[in-house]
């Protein structure tokens, strides 16, 4: 058990396994996730909501020893021998299923599920040792954002405990527009970036506010430009609602351009 309450992290996790490979467009990324871990205490398991999972339900993994799923195609053979042997926590995973039923959301465990590349790619930079519990969650295939809200309110308990959460997803997601050349691009992308970061880190908003924003995202500047699908942003909506009633206002500690569009991470504490 831990005195104080653990952070709560949003991860723009990059393109596949692009930040293991070097690639050139991910060196301000993948240092960013490198570092991460200094800036936070250690915790004494990680839970990560990831972009890359999806079930009517959700679904927590209950492996005590998850396998690796290498969830991308057509990159270079290495991209299918990573491993991040980090244990899984059966028992925290059923904890993580009675907070959710208390508040009236179905879940289940899952104990065939493996890591994808949204939770062991941000994890083989942050915590390399995988020495550290690892549960991951899924998203509901609704994508309803006030949804993803609510399960990360009953996640709150989690940051009592020394269970870092992390949602790990991408504050853009626009494939097509990635690599476009487009040079309108980035501008749209900094207009829903900008947006994104004054909704979570400015002072002056409520609570109320903040809810009520990151529920009409879609209606924010270029919000669906930047996210046709949102799947890739709703992690952080897990995230908010699990800071919201103790540090709700966040800090943006990671601000980057991936493909000539911007990118953020934010960091609640």
């Known amino acids: 058990m831990t005195t104080s309450l653990m952070p709560v992290v949003f991860v723009p ?15 301000e990324l993948t240092r960013f996730m ?16 990831t972009a890359h999972w999806e079930e009517e339900v959700v679904s927590i993994t209950h492996s005590a020893a998850p396998g690796m799923m290498y969830d991308y195609y057509g ?7 990573f491993s991040y042997p980090a244990p899984g926590n059966p028992s925290l995973a059923k904890y993580i299923q009675k907070l959710l039923g208390d508040k009236n959301i179905d879940a289940r ?8 590349h949204g939770t062991f790619v ?34 709150a308990p989690l940051r009592e405990q020394g269970v870092l959460i992390i949602g790990s997803g991408m504050s853009f997601h626009n494939m097509r527009a990635f690599f ?7 501008g749209k ?12 880190c400015a002072s002056s908003l409520t609570n109320q506010d903040r809810e009520q924003r990151l529920c009409a995202w879609a209606s924010a500047p270029q919000g669906r430009f930047c996210h046709p699908r949102e799947e890739h942003l709703l992690p952080l909506h897990v995230c908010w609602g699990a800071a919201s009633q103790g540090s709700p206002v966040a800090e943006q ?3 980057g351009l991936l493909f000539n569009t911007a990118i953020s991470g934010y960091l609640w504490r």
């Open 189 to 200: 992308s900094e207009s829903f970036d900008n947006w994104l970061t004054e909704t979570l």
């Open 109 to 116: 465990l899952d104990n065939q599920r493996a890591y994808d």
């Open 253 to 255: 500690n990671f601000n």
């Open 75 to 81: 990159f270079p053979s290495e991209s299918y021998e």
């Open 122 to 155: 941000p994890l083989m930079l942050s915590y390399p040792a995988a020495d550290i519990p690892v549960v991951q969650l899924s998203l509901l295939s609704s994508l309803d954002p006030s949804m993803h809200i609510a399960i990360g309110k009953a996640l």
């Open 180 to 186: 476009s050349g487009d040079p309108a691009v980035k």
């Open 34 to 49: 490198q570092s991460l871990a200094a800036d936070l205490p250690l915790p004494e398991a990680i839970v990560v909501i």
């Open 13 to 27: 996790h990059g393109g596949g396994p692009m930040p293991l490979l070097g690639d050139a467009n991910h060196l």
